[in-house]
């Protein structure tokens, strides 16, 4: 092998061919992993290939201008860092269905409790690739080749990354030409301008430029641009665009579920990752009940914006903002005014809100980001227990006399409980399915796969808490004074069975998995049934109506009972539901009332959901509930 891998550089050294095989042996490697990416995740235009192309180039010019050993260095450092971003990017979309941005990677250590089920999502394939994508950086390093030793030589390379810098200016004003020709077209989810300049999906960005070019502009407009006096500058701007997307709307006025829940205890359960379809009659009577008594949200979407499909919901439902679809983290703005949030308002009315969840106060920063949205305190399992079995216990703060206490303080209460037993993996030896299947083994062969069997007990674990809350609300006497709201933050996005999970949840398509469960409960409660589609972005002023709370703020959402609000769920990729149709990538994935959807609809549709997603991100940059009358 080393006879000949000498044998190979002694050829790569001889002029003529150091400049030909020499160059495409740098060169290659780095376009090979757009290649392997675009092959991975897809994308709507072939432009990608182009900027992986110029930016092969330039990296390959600049690497070959070096003396050998630097050159070495230098190849070695940027392809093992650009092929190990390459591959977590295809992970992190084959999990969860977006891009990184590169200011993800600070939730690193919040995904480390799952690494071990997410990895074993993969399919043979990926790690094949990146075994074999490894082997062959090791091998350009091993057959590096000696440039000319006069720098006059080594010009031509660095005359070709020059150019490339030039064309990687060009390229995009080439590409946004494009628009002129689709400009009429309703069916472009947006335009390749603003899909570039605005930043506000990774993916869509993806589509366009490929990986070099995202990672550049993701390091520019979102690490770099931010340092300047020209973005604040920029920020004083955002409040009058919110202004006036809140001013297309009429005047707030109250409906007949105002003030349905008035003044009673607030019980508020996000629950992770239980699907429409884990809920049953026979796997999770309680749950089937109190939706059937209570409010019933049946077309509820939860949108996955910015990065952490659970801290989405759980930030939305508590502020009425979307994560950030741009790099930003939502710590970034925990100095933020939150005026507008759930446990603020209901502070205004003297509820005293607390959080109440297993894990630890600093997994995703929960004990800066909850007094942040007026939360007085989290309360974390851990601080009162070291037995792993006690944390897979849904109801260990009622089995807890001293987190017992707590709970069932003197009000009036704001109690957010943040569930976890339905959270992937969906496997026999996951640490809460063998703690759910010790207590109903009957689960193991109950259903089709070990996966439904798994999923299935997890979600009876969490209908267990529902049924003791309900006692221990009645032996207290407190029922009569409380309402359960229950949200889910997303499906069960950890299923590996697609096919199995369409079949579930009675769909065809990834957009429409993102329908989930939400009710509201009191025990002298309305049963109503809300067909009008909703998303999380609605909860908060839905749940705010029907406290009686007459909160000055607008929200990005609307109130579900609102009889102005058609209803609709915009998504952080341009698609829509509204009014029994889904609209995705120009095509038509639902249509259940059989009615003919105009370019127009689409169009205006498509509009707002720009627009949408646009004040959702300024909300937070500008700080606006600062500002804002209240």
């Known amino acids: 092998m080393k006879a000949f891998l000498r044998k190979f550089q002694n050829v790569l050294e001889k002029p003529l061919t150091y400049y030909l095989i020499g160059f495409f042996a740098i060169f290659a490697p780095f376009f090979t992993i757009e290649l392997l990416l675009l092959s991975m995740l897809g994308a709507d235009t072939l432009f990608g ?33 650009l092929l190990l971003w390459a591959l977590a990017q295809s992970g992190y979309y084959m999990v969860l269905g977006n891009m990184m941005w590169v200011s993800t990677t600070t939730l690193a250590k919040e995904g480390t409790t799952f690494i071990g089920d997410v990895l074993s999502q993969f399919p043979a394939l990926w790690w094949i690739v990146a075994t074999v994508m490894i082997i062959l950086g090791v091998v350009i390093i091993c057959i590096f080749p000696h440039p000319p030793s006069k720098c006059l030589r080594r010009i031509p390379y660095l005359a070709c990354s020059a150019l490339c810098i030039i064309g990687l200016f060009i390229l995009p004003e080439l590409i946004f030409r494009q628009d002129k020709v689709t400009a009429n077209n309703y069916n472009a989810a947006s335009s390749y301008r603003k899909t570039y300049s605005t930043m506000y999906d990774a993916k869509e960005v993806y589509n366009i430029t490929g990986l070099y070019q995202l990672l550049a502009r993701d390091i520019w407009v979102n690490e770099l641009y931010p340092l300047t006096p020209a973005y604040k500058d920029a920020l004083t701007k955002q409040e009058n665009e919110i202004d006036a997307f809140f001013d297309k709307r009429g005047e707030k006025k109250p409906n007949e579920m105002t003030g349905a829940f008035a003044d009673k205890n607030v019980i508020l359960v996000m629950m992770e990752s239980m699907d429409d379809w884990m809920i049953t009659p026979y796997d999770t009577p309680t749950l089937s009940r109190l939706m059937e008594e209570g409010i019933n949200f049946t077309n509820f979407y939860t949108p996955g914006y910015g990065n952490g499909r659970t801290l989405n919901s759980e930030f939305c439902m508590n502020t009425g903002i979307y994560l950030p679809t741009t790099s930003d983290l939502v710590f970034d703005y925990v100095g933020n005014d939150f005026n507008q949030s759930l446990a603020a308002q209901l502070g205004n009315l003297g509820y005293d809100s607390r959080v109440f969840h297993y894990n630890r106060a600093s997994y995703y920063s929960r004990n800066v980001l909850e007094p942040a949205m007026g939360y007085s305190e989290y309360v974390s399992y851990l601080d009162y227990t070291t037995v792993k079995q006690d944390l897979c216990n849904e109801q260990y703060f009622l089995d807890n006399d001293e987190i017992n206490d707590i709970f069932f303080r003197k009000g009036p209460t704001l109690n957010t409980i943040l569930t976890r037993s339905a959270h992937l993996g969906y496997t026999y030896r996951e640490i809460t399915g063998y703690y759910a299947l010790k207590k109903y083994p009957e689960y193991k062969t109950l259903y089709g796969s070990e996966e439904e069997n798994c999923a299935r007990v997890k979600a009876k674990i969490v209908d267990d808490m529902f049924k003791q809350l309900l006692n221990a609300l009645t032996a207290r006497g407190e029922l009569e004074n409380t309402v359960i709201i229950g949200m889910t933050d997303h499906y069960t996005y950890g299923y590996k069975n697609l096919e199995e999970l369409y079949k579930h949840s009675g769909v065809n398509s990834d957009l429409l998995l993102e329908k989930t469960p939400c009710f509201i409960w009191s025990v002298d409660g309305p049963s109503v049934q809300v067909d009008k589609t909703l998303s999380t972005a609605d909860f908060l002023p839905t749940v705010l109506n029907l406290l009686g709370v007459d909160s000055p703020y607008n929200y990005l959402g609307q109130d579900a009972f609102d009889p102005n609000y058609q209803g609709y769920a915009l998504f952080p990729d341009g698609s829509w539901i509204c009014d029994g149709v889904a609209w995705q990538n120009g095509k038509i994935l639902m249509n259940e009332k059989n009615r003919t959807v105009t370019n127009t609809e689409i169009h205006d549709m498509q509009l707002l959901s720009q627009e949408f997603r646009a004040v959702s991100n300024l909300l937070l940059t500008s700080n606006y509930y600062k500002n804002a009358p209240g």
């Open 49 to 81: 290939l182009a900027f992986g192309f110029l930016w092969s180039v330039l990296i390959a010019g600049i690497i070959l201008f070096l003396p050998r050993l630097a050159g070495r260095i230098v190849f070695g450092v940027l392809y093992f860092a």
